[in-house]
């Protein structure tokens, strides 16, 4: 055999090897900066990690990220090439994404319900029965502390902004009996009923209505 193809051959594997290492070394250490409409099951499927990956790498114990966070994306501690989390089923050029079905929400769980509060009032007084229910005062806390949850749902493809009108139906305990939709504006059906989803984890302040109070509440989101 002729002695300088075997010496060239050998080069070459060489170089082959170095670039594998030098490639590999480069994904170890690679970082992402987080834009406005990232969630981490987006970014790992973008860089085929999966999410636990991600929290771990980054010591984070939700879901919750910011704009202009720089998340380590790679680690020597876990393959790049490990599979996507199968709680979601990954499919490449996806226009309508399966919103995630309820109870999905790992970091979310259902308010405990409290006892109904009974009717302020005083027959022998001659007063009437009447329920206030939830004042307006109770009613946007209670949402504004669950709404920051629906950035989780993927917006629609080419989305700026969402406007989203929801009827929601508070029990007595404090716990919402439904989410409807009432008006989802240019929103597709798919987001705007995980959007609803989220909502029913709102934890209310028990009240005196017994059949549950309804009341209209608008979701503005902005991508």
Known sequence: MNVRRVIAALLLVGLAGSIIWWAEERRAQATYSVVRGDTLWKIAEAHGVTVDALRSWNNLRGDHIEV?????VGS???P?????ETKLKKTPKRTSPKPPETGTWKTLSKPSAEPCLALDMDPAEGDMVASSGLSMDQVRPSLRRIVGEALRCEADEGATTASITFSILVGCDGVVDSVD????????KRY???VAEVLEYADFPAHDMPKGMRFTYP???EF
């Open 68 to 72: 202009g966070q720089v998340l380590r």
């Open 76 to 78: 020597r501690a876990e």
């Open 80 to 84: 790049a090439t490990a599979k996507p």
């Open 181 to 188: 939709i009432e008006d989802r504006g240019d929103s597709s």
């Open 192 to 194: 705007a009923q995980c």
């Open 219 to 221: 979701v503005n989101v």
